[in-house]
């Protein structure tokens, strides 16, 4: 992906949250191919090591820290060490993200509780602990990325959109607290994402029919507003949730 020069991460320090969905090497891949040295926090299911793949085949460092993003002396340890190796972090990318789907009236307690503790405890955690040094240093880019749950409903997600809304306000409100301290806070919202290539099979699907796209998307096309939006370019936006979704919201 060819990178525009006001986009250019070179020198930038980047952490990227991990999760099982496979998309963090193609993202963390698009900020190494801007410039940034990367580094990867998640547990050791989740697809960070094969994020240090995508980074390092771009020719810059990558660092695999192995965390749980929901507690909190984890993640500032996470934090402390990117600073101790790569000297300062610029940018967060609150990747990291759970799936669920199930019947309100069936949803239980603990799984209530892991899904918000996965999807927005971390996002607390992590833009907190990156925060404190990007205050510090008066410059910084957060990234979250979302999903378009954040501003419609979904049959059998309640868990799954309450999440999201609250990364949705999550970006708003600390875009605005701190706007005049450097910090840039934005996010994406992904619409049907899949890292699996299309098939024929696939193409006849009713979600494929409904989008108007005519296909899933894929987090490659994350890749480009990412970059920018972790750039020095993106300086006078803050506080929003750009919307990558083969045009579903348009039906809303």
Same mark, same amino acid.
């Given at each position: 992906?060819?990178?525009?020069?006001?986009?250019?991460?070179?020198?930038?320090?980047?952490?990227?949250?991990?999760?099982?969905?496979?998309?963090?090497?193609?993202?963390?891949?698009?900020?190494?191919?801007?410039? &940034?040295?990367?580094?990867?926090?998640?547990?050791?299911?989740?697809?960070? &090591?094969?994020?240090?793949?995508?980074?390092?085949?771009?020719?810059?460092?990558?660092?695999?820290?192995?965390?749980?993003?929901?507690?909190?002396?984890?993640?500032? &340890?996470?934090?402390?060490?990117?600073?101790?190796?790569?000297?300062?972090?610029?940018?967060?990318?609150?990747?990291?993200?759970?799936?669920?789907?199930?019947?309100?009236?069936?949803?239980?307690?603990?799984?209530?509780?892991?899904?918000?503790?996965?999807?927005?405890?971390?996002?607390?955690?992590?833009?907190?602990?990156?925060?404190?040094?990007?205050?510090?240093?008066?410059?910084?880019?957060?990234?979250?990325?979302?999903?378009?749950?954040?501003?419609?409903?979904?049959?059998?997600?309640?868990?799954?959109?309450?999440?999201?809304?609250?990364?949705?306000?999550?970006?708003?409100?600390?875009?605005?607290?701190?706007?005049?301290?450097?910090?840039?806070?934005?996010?994406?919202?992904?619409?049907?994402?899949?890292?699996?290539?299309?098939?024929?099979?696939?193409?006849?699907?009713?979600?494929?029919?409904?989008?108007?796209?005519?296909?899933?998307?894929?987090?490659?096309?994350?890749?480009?507003?990412?970059?920018?939006?972790?750039?020095?370019?993106?300086?006078?936006?803050?506080?929003?949730?750009?919307?990558?979704?083969?045009?579903?919201? &348009?039906?809303?």
């Amino acid at each position: 992906m060819p990178i525009p020069q006001e986009w250019n991460l070179d020198g930038k320090t980047a952490i990227i949250t991990a999760d099982r969905r496979g998309w963090t090497p193609f993202l963390a891949a698009a900020l190494a191919e801007a410039g &940034a040295d990367v580094a990867i926090a998640g547990s050791v299911r989740s697809d960070a &090591a094969d994020a240090v793949i995508a980074v390092e085949r771009q020719g810059r460092r990558a660092l695999n820290i192995t965390t749980d993003i929901t507690d909190a002396d984890d993640v500032e &340890a996470m934090t402390q060490r990117v600073v101790d190796e790569f000297g300062k972090v610029d940018i967060l990318v609150n990747n990291a993200r759970a799936e669920f789907g199930k019947p309100f009236e069936d949803v239980v307690e603990s799984e209530w509780q892991t899904l918000m503790d996965f999807n927005v405890k971390s996002m607390y955690l992590c833009s907190q602990a990156a925060g404190r040094r990007m205050l510090a240093q008066e410059s910084g880019r957060i990234v979250n990325i979302g999903s378009g749950l954040a501003v419609r409903g979904l049959w059998n997600s309640v868990a799954a959109c309450a999440a999201q809304g609250a990364v949705h306000q999550i970006t708003s409100a600390l875009a605005l607290e701190w706007s005049r301290r450097g910090i840039r806070v934005n996010a994406i919202g992904a619409g049907w994402v899949t890292t699996e290539e299309p098939t024929e099979e696939t193409q006849r699907e009713l979600l494929v029919r409904y989008l108007p796209s005519r296909r899933k998307g894929h987090p490659n096309d994350l890749c480009g507003l990412l970059v920018y939006l972790a750039s020095d370019a993106c300086d006078f936006v803050t506080g929003q949730t750009i919307f990558i979704d083969g045009g579903a919201l &348009a039906h809303a």
